[in-house]
């Protein structure tokens, strides 16, 4: 069964860090992708990365505060996120594809994404 299972959310006050980890199982991928919802508002593109060749792309509100890293070994891809604000506050999820996606238009959109983590909550407090 092919499946993506988040861990490492939680409350931290502005200005912590957490680190949000993506374990897939029954399968590789070529790219996996960190998204975002807020309550209320639709699901945001957060980071990227290619699992071939470690590529990455941030959406602009997080570069600088937020790492993706892959672990090809473990089949596992994290989320360093530093600097954390309080509009950061969300529910956490890592979706994968077999595609690499060239354009931020399609490897930002939810649609190109056929597997789904169950997602995890990130809270930041003022």
């Known amino acids: 069964q092919v499946q993506l299972v988040e861990s490492g959310g939680g409350l931290v006050q502005a200005g912590g860090s957490l680190r949000l980890s993506c374990a897939a199982s029954?399968?590789?991928?070529?790219?996996i992708a960190w998204f975002r919802q807020a309550p209320g508002k639709e699901r945001d593109f957060v980071a990227r990365?290619?699992?071939?060749?470690?590529?990455?792309d941030y959406v602009d509100s997080v570069k600088g505060r937020f790492t993706i890293t892959r672990d090809n070994g473990k089949n596992t891809v994290s989320l360093q996120m530093n600097s954390l604000k309080p509009k950061d506050t969300a529910v956490y999820y890592c979706?994968?594809?077999?595609?690499?996606?060239?354009?931020?238009?399609?490897?930002?959109?939810?649609?190109?994404?056929?597997?789904w983590g169950q997602g995890t909550q990130v809270t930041v407090s003022s």
């Open positions: 979706a994968a594809s077999d595609s690499l996606f060239i354009g931020r238009n399609f490897y930002s959109d939810t649609r190109n994404y056929v597997t």
């Open positions: 029954g399968r590789t991928f070529t790219t």
């Open positions: 990365i290619t699992c071939n060749m470690g590529n990455t």
